[in-house]
T-cell receptor
Framework: EDQVTQSPEALRLQEGESSSLNCSYT??????LFWYRQDPGKGPEFLFT???AGEEKEKERLKATLTKKESFLHITAPKPEDSATYLC?????????????FGSGTQLTVLP | ETGVTQSPTHLIKTRGQQVTLRCSSQ?????VSWYQQALGQGPQFIFQ???????GRGNFPPRFSGLQFPNYSSELNVNALELDDSALYLC???????????FGPGTRLTVT
């Protein structure tokens, strides 16, 4: 069974204090790993897709990396507006569908 | 470019009733997936539609059903509502199978 585990569950940072979020996964037939940001009461917002171990993607203060067993989302010098829940998801093929299996998320709070 | 839209925003139903939720996919997208998100959890895959055909389903009972129309918009129908069906229902569209999925704002369903 596909499993995605995110840690920590919650993280509080001071503005400017860099850190990393972890997403470990156990799947058969990984077709991609996705990072999303979700604000309270809203739908997830797409951030990155990673397809192969060693791949890295960057966007503003965020950088995502991928190994064969886990992915990291590095946040450099975060600002209060980076506060949100960050979700990772693995994409696998089930029959004809490309299904996303999500972790439970890391709730990030950045204090001014 | 218009993003994914969902209606209604909020809905309150009584146990045993039926509900229909609607989703308009992003322009140029032919794949729609539906997810259920309980409070504090990641989204769970319900099913996926590709070019008007259901091509994959998660661990949800048959009382969860759907449709995709020729313009690639979609409906999620839930019969015989149960209290545990209370959740945020998310629709996501993608340009093709395997591409990144873009989420709508969700419909908050409360079953009393």
């Amino acid at each position: 069974e596909d499993q995605v585990t995110q840690s920590p569950e919650a993280l509080r940072l001071q503005e400017g204090e860099s850190s990393s979020l972890n997403c470990s996964y156990t799947v058969s037939g990984l077709r991609g790993l996705f990072w999303y940001r979700q604000d309270p009461g809203k739908g997830p917002e797409f951030l990155f897709t990673l397809y192969s171990a060693g791949e890295e993607k960057e966007k503003e203060r965020l950088k995502a990396t991928l190994t064969k067993k886990e992915s990291f989302l590095h946040i450099t010098a975060p600002k209060p507006e980076d506060s949100a829940t960050y979700l990772c998801a693995v994409q696998v093929t089930r029959g004809s569908a490309r299904q996303l299996t999500f972790g439970s998320g890391t709730q990030l709070t950045v204090l001014p | 470019e218009t993003g994914v839209t969902q209606s209604p925003t909020h809905l309150i139903k009584t146990r045993g009733q039926q509900v229909t939720l609607r989703c308009s996919s992003q322009s140029g997208h032919n794949t729609v997936s539906w997810y259920q998100q309980a409070l504090g959890q990641g989204p769970q895959f319900i099913f996926q539609y590709y070019r008007e055909e259901e091509n994959g389903r998660g661990n949800f009972p048959p009382r969860f059903s759907g449709l995709q129309f020729p313009n690639y918009s979609s409906e999620l129908n839930v019969n015989a509502l149960e209290l545990d069906d209370s959740a945020l229902y998310l629709c996501a569209s993608s340009r093709d199978l395997g591409r990144e999925q873009y989420f709508g704002p969700g419909t908050r369903l409360t079953v009393t």
